[in-house]
């Protein structure tokens, strides 16, 4: 199934008024995705309420703020970056420019051997 764009990232949370385009949200079946410029950053499990995070994010204190306003919109507690680092990960993230592709991580498909560096 194709993502379906669900919108911009507003904040609300956030002391900033705009992400200005750089966060947006999709759907793809049953879960909701967060984009942070061209990456699949996050993902909300509609189903299970499981919020995973991309090994490696955040990598930028923007991005990390973009994680933390979906986050919160989701209901779940403000998170740090620590707390952000406890979140269960997933290592097959999308590349997005109006369509999910493939993963280029060398690490596609095998989260155990993927550094997180950034955590």
């Not at 991580?105 to 155990?112: D, E, I, L, M, V």
Request: glycine share 6%; charged share 20%.
């Amino acid at each position: 199934m194709a993502p379906q764009y669900i919108g911009e990232l507003t904040p609300i949370y956030d002391n900033h008024q705009s992400f200005y385009g750089k966060a947006r949200v999709y759907r793809r079946d049953k879960v909701i995705v967060l984009v942070s410029y061209t990456t699949e950053v996050m993902r909300y499990d509609t189903i299970s309420h499981n919020l995973t995070r991309l090994v490696g994010q955040p990598e930028s204190a923007t991005t990390n703020r973009h994680m933390r306003e979906f986050a919160r919109q989701l209901a779940f507690e403000d998170m740090n970056k620590k707390a952000l680092c406890k979140l269960d990960t997933f290592s097959d993230g999308a590349q997005f420019d109006g369509n999910f592709h493939a993963s280029t991580n060398p690490y596609y498909g095998f989260s155990w051997l993927t550094p997180d560096i950034n955590c």
